[in-house]
């Protein structure tokens, strides 16, 4: 089976969780789905948790993404624009 273009996200209740997770999120070859365990929500919540994700996703409000995120040793350059940050504070305050 193709995977739909636009990912997509949705709520199912489980029976087979982890011990102490209420909620788990599974990425799958069709996008996201969340874990409930059974008897931590309703089965009105947890239908408008599934129209609400639709709803966001649909209107792109939010949007999924499909590619690996970046690892968590590397910091995409924000250790750069955090000494940036600092310089230009430290030029404010000689100027003062």
């Not at 996200?9 to 070859?29: H, N």
């Not at 239908?47 to 709803?55: I, R």
């Not at 590619?67 to 100027?95: I, L």
């Amino acid at each position: 089976m193709e995977s739909p273009q636009t990912p997509t996200a949705w709520y199912v209740f489980s029976d087979d969780l982890p011990d102490g997770e209420v909620i788990v999120p599974i990425k799958t070859p069709h996008g996201l789905c969340f874990a409930v365990r059974r008897g931590e929500m309703t089965q009105e919540m947890l239908d408008g948790l599934n129209q609400t994700a639709q709803f966001v996703l649909g209107v792109g409000l939010a949007h999924l993404h499909t590619e690996k995120p970046p690892d968590e040793d590397s910091d995409d350059g924000q250790a750069e624009d955090d000494e940036d940050d600092q310089a230009e504070a430290e030029d404010e305050d000689r100027e003062e």
